[in-house]
């Protein structure tokens, strides 16, 4: 994968040491200002327009999938609990037991990279194959 800029080239591992990239070679818009990464800080409220479309989402879904999460950050956290209170199968899938394993219709507990393509039925794909296995046949 190529990173987002060559300054970060060999980074992001969680062996590798802490890159020292100084201020200049970070991304900028064209004004000169460091572009923001497309994520929620700790702290930050989820823009309202998207917290209205993941409710229609929730409302509309038949089937909802928990797949590899603590279940201890909200507002995502809250999500499970408020699709199994509609009536909803919620599938927990999971190395460990999760908060809201407790309202999950279905609890598997396991890696979800080995586990998913298991229960999806695409274990024989060659490149489903290659990723559970990490590229080892």
Same mark, same amino acid.
């Given at each position: 994968?190529?990173?987002?800029?060559?300054?970060?080239?060999?980074?992001?591992?969680?062996?590798?040491?802490?890159?020292?990239?100084?201020?200049?070679?970070?991304?900028?818009?064209?004004?000169?200002?460091?572009?923001?990464?497309?994520?929620?800080?700790?702290?930050?409220?989820?823009?309202?327009?998207?917290?209205?479309? &993941?409710?229609?989402?929730?409302?509309?879904?038949?089937?909802? #999938?928990?797949?590899? !999460?603590?279940?201890?950050?909200?507002? @995502? $956290?809250?999500?499970?609990?408020?699709?199994?209170?509609?009536?909803?199968?919620?599938?927990?899938?999971?190395?460990?037991?999760?908060?809201?394993?407790?309202?999950?219709?279905?609890? &598997?507990?396991?890696?979800?990279?080995?586990?998913?393509?298991? #229960?999806?039925?695409? !274990?024989?794909?060659?490149?489903?194959? @290659? $990723?559970?296995?990490?590229?080892?046949?």
């Amino acid at each position: 994968m190529q990173p987002l800029v060559p300054a970060l080239t060999g980074t992001g591992h969680p062996d590798s040491p802490a890159a020292a990239i100084p201020v200049e070679n970070l991304p900028h818009d064209a004004f000169g200002q460091l572009l923001r990464p497309g994520v929620v800080w700790f702290n930050e409220s989820l823009d309202s327009g998207v917290l209205d479309k &993941i409710e229609a989402v929730l409302n509309a879904t038949d089937l909802f #999938l928990v797949i590899g !999460t603590s279940a201890n950050v909200y507002p @995502a $956290a809250g999500y499970a609990p408020v699709v199994a209170g509609r009536g909803v199968p919620v599938v927990e899938i999971n190395l460990e037991l999760t908060g809201n394993s407790s309202v999950c219709t279905l609890t &598997i507990q396991g890696k979800t990279g080995r586990l998913l393509p298991q #229960l999806l039925g695409v !274990t024989d794909e060659p490149d489903v194959a @290659a $990723a559970v296995t990490g590229g080892k046949q």
